[in-house]
């Protein structure tokens, strides 16, 4: 092509041209088009923040995992120890099964033997209770057939009275003890001897006809004023030949307001009688207690069954104030032992 001046005008403006066009659009896009670099900026931020993200979740992830394998480990090393424990537990579980066994048979043995114990002293008891009780009744049948003898004997009903014996004798011959005691008793053996023992320093030679009106100093002394001795030779008639219910009217006591010491010693009232000096309260319980008819003679005979009867149930010679005084120890033991045979 051939360019002439004309041409070459055209051209220039030609381009000129163009390029203000492109300046223009260039202009425009950068007013109205998208701004290049932000969206570069806003990439890179976007791929920062995703990367962050990734690695936080990366790394939550990990704790996570790791966590998670921790929790695997520990419940492994659990289990594994629950089972060593398990391993080492069982021989000293069958060892306890073993023991606990071993432990029952020697409590069951034990049980045993304690039952057998507790058998025999229930055996030993029973046997003991039917020895008393056989000695009892036995002792019992004996005194019983006592009575019914010396009942039927005396020809006596017996009196179902009672009233709470005092069991203090007093002494009409304290002062006297040296004195023969008086014979005619109707005991024998050891009944005699402690009959005799308890007589001599009682009643000495006066006997069966023993009496006094009152006692004092704890039964060793007769009161001033107040009568004691023979009955019979001081009164005129024998205390044997009177019925015990006629005595005990003479011993009841109907009280100082009503009777003083001097009528009591005139009217020829009586406070100790007999052989082995027997009080009122005394001589009434033990006359109830064996049966005896209050019709019945206040003899010697009656005298001895009723001492025998008191010494037995009492046991000693404790109610006798004169052989409790005078006597040594060794003397008491002796009659005491002589009581408990009869």
Same mark, same amino acid.
């Given at each position: $092509?051939?360019?002439?001046?004309?041409?070459?005008?055209?051209?220039?403006?030609?381009?000129?041209?163009?390029?203000?066009?492109?300046?223009?659009? &260039?202009?425009?896009?950068?007013?109205?088009?998208?701004?290049?670099?932000?969206?570069?900026?806003?990439?890179?931020?976007?791929?920062?923040?995703?990367?962050?993200?990734?690695?936080?979740?990366?790394?939550?992830?990990?704790?996570?995992?790791?966590?998670?394998?921790?929790?695997?480990?520990?419940?492994?090393?659990?289990?594994?120890?629950?089972?060593?424990?398990?391993?080492?537990?069982?021989?000293?579980?069958?060892?306890?099964?073993?023991?606990?066994?071993?432990?029952?048979?020697?409590?069951?043995?034990? $049980?045993?033997?304690?039952?057998?114990?507790?058998?025999?002293?229930?055996?030993?008891?029973?046997?003991?209770?039917?020895?008393?009780?056989?000695?009892?009744?036995?002792?019992?049948?004996?005194?019983k057939a006592e009575q019914e003898k010396l009942i039927k004997?005396?020809?006596?009903?017996?009196?179902?009275?009672?009233?709470?014996?005092?069991?203090?004798?007093?002494?009409?011959?304290?002062?006297?003890?040296?004195?023969?005691?008086?014979? *005619?008793?109707?005991?024998?053996?050891?009944?005699?001897t402690v009959a005799d023992a308890i007589a001599l320093p009682?009643?000495?030679?006066?006997? &069966?006809?023993?009496?006094?009106?009152?006692?004092?100093?704890? *039964?060793?002394?007769?009161?001033?004023?107040?009568?004691?001795?023979? &009955?019979?030779?001081?009164?005129?008639?024998?205390?044997?030949?009177?019925?015990?219910?006629?005595? $005990?009217?003479?011993?009841?006591?109907?009280?100082?307001?009503?009777?003083?010491?001097?009528?009591?010693?005139?009217?020829?009232?009586?406070?100790?009688?007999?052989? &082995?000096?027997?009080?009122?309260?005394?001589?009434?319980?033990?006359?109830?207690? $064996?049966?005896?008819?209050?019709?019945?003679k206040f003899t010697p005979e009656v005298q001895d069954q009723?001492?025998?009867?008191?010494?037995?149930?009492?046991?000693?010679?404790?109610?006798?104030?004169?052989?409790?005084?005078?006597?040594?120890?060794?003397?008491?033991?002796?009659?005491?032992?002589?009581?408990?045979?009869?």
């Amino acid at each position: $092509m051939k360019f002439t001046s004309g041409n070459s005008s055209n051209y220039l403006a030609g381009a000129k041209e163009v390029n203000d066009i492109t300046t223009n659009i &260039y202009n425009t896009s950068r007013q109205t088009g998208v701004d290049v670099n932000n969206l570069i900026q806003t990439e890179r931020k976007a791929r920062a923040t995703k990367l962050d993200s990734k690695n936080a979740a990366e790394g939550t992830i990990g704790k996570a995992a790791v966590n998670i394998s921790a929790r695997i480990k520990q419940g492994d090393i659990e289990r594994k120890s629950k089972k060593d424990v398990e391993k080492i537990m069982k021989p000293a579980k069958r060892m306890a099964g073993v023991l606990a066994l071993t432990n029952t048979g020697l409590a069951v043995k034990k $049980m045993g033997q304690d039952a057998a114990i507790d058998a025999q002293e229930r055996a030993q008891l029973k046997a003991d209770r039917d020895a008393r009780a056989a000695t009892t009744a036995e002792q019992n049948a004996l005194l019983k057939a006592e009575q019914e003898k010396l009942i039927k004997l005396l020809g006596g009903k017996g009196d179902s009275s009672t009233e709470t014996p005092s069991t203090t004798t007093s002494t009409t011959t304290s002062s006297t003890s040296t004195l023969p005691v008086a014979t *005619g008793t109707t005991l024998t053996g050891a009944s005699k001897t402690v009959a005799d023992a308890i007589a001599l320093p009682e009643s000495g030679s006066y006997g &069966y006809e023993a009496f006094n009106q009152g006692g004092e100093k704890g *039964g060793t002394a007769i009161p001033v004023g107040f009568k004691s001795g023979n &009955y019979k030779e001081t009164f005129g008639s024998s205390l044997t030949d009177k019925t015990i219910g006629e005595i $005990m009217e003479l011993q009841r006591d109907p009280g100082k307001s009503v009777m003083s010491d001097s009528d009591w010693v005139s009217s020829g009232k009586l406070h100790a009688v007999g052989r &082995y000096q027997f009080i009122g309260n005394t001589l009434r319980d033990e006359v109830n207690r $064996m049966g005896i008819s209050k019709d019945t003679k206040f003899t010697p005979e009656v005298q001895d069954q009723i001492f025998l009867s008191h010494a037995k149930r009492v046991g000693n010679i404790s109610p006798w104030v004169g052989p409790s005084n005078q006597y040594s120890s060794e003397k008491k033991t002796e009659l005491n032992n002589l009581i408990a045979s009869l």
